[in-house]
């Protein structure tokens, strides 16, 4: 799902109400930094799945309708490394995954 190095664009600068489009054309993590206000970042994760989510506050998912079969799970944070858990869904109709503790 993510790609080895993260993917890189650079809209530069321009003025005030304009706005610029980009693709994210390829799979992985997409920074978005900005080169005035260090505080200012976002992520935009672009994954070779229909099988993605967020967490609540509490760190909890689901993900719903994933078909039988051998997965790997990926969880991403932008202040831990990346964390991945194989897992194997069956047909039960829920399966739980242990605890991913991430690091940083
Ligand atoms: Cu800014």
């Not at 997965?71 to 995954?97: C, F, G, M, N």
Request: charge should be positive; include cysteine; glycine fraction near 4%.
């Amino acid at each position: 799902m993510f790609s080895p190095g993260p993917p890189r664009f650079d809209l530069g600068t321009y003025p005030q109400n304009t706005t610029k489009y980009h693709l994210f054309d390829k799979p992985g993590v997409w920074t978005m930094l900005c080169n005035v206000h260090a505080e200012m970042s976002a992520y935009v994760i672009v994954a070779e799945t229909p099988y993605f989510t967020t967490t609540s506050r509490d760190g909890k998912f689901v993900l719903k309708d994933v078909p039988p079969g051998k997965y790997t799970v990926r969880v991403w944070h932008e202040k831990a490394k990346p964390a991945t858990l194989p897992i194997d869904v069956d047909e039960r109709p829920t399966v739980s995954l242990p605890s991913i503790e991430l690091k940083r």
